[in-house]
Every structure is written in C-alpha cells, then in structure tokens.
C-alpha cells in the first residue's frame, strides 16, 4: 500500500510533509530528517493510500 507521511505540532498545524512511502505488510522503517524542528512534542500521521 502507499501511504503518505505528515507531522504535526501539538496543537494540530502541519510542520512538514514527508511525501508518499510504499509500505508492505509487517514492519517499516522510515527515517525522517527532523533536525530543524524545534524542540517540542509532534505527532506522526501515515494516510493510507490505495
């Protein structure tokens, strides 16, 4: 499946967009260059795209 990557901040904004990742059945593993955010709590959204 693909599924496209987003972060968001800790009160809801989009900080940055990763792009689509092709993701199999099981276990992934995605890096992600974070190190210009600053300091804080995010979260991660993956949305499934057939």
């Keep these: 499946m693909n ?8 009160i809801g904004q989009k900080v940055q967009d990763f792009g689509m990742f ?5 276990e992934n ?7 210009e ?3 804080g709590m995010y979260f991660i959204q993956i949305i ?3």
């Design 48 to 50: 499934r795209l057939w």
């Design 3 to 10: 599924g496209e990557l987003s972060i968001y901040d800790g």
């Design 22 to 26: 092709n993701l199999k059945e099981g």
């Design 37 to 39: 955010l600053p300091v």
């Design 29 to 35: 593993e995605i890096k992600l260059n974070v190190v």
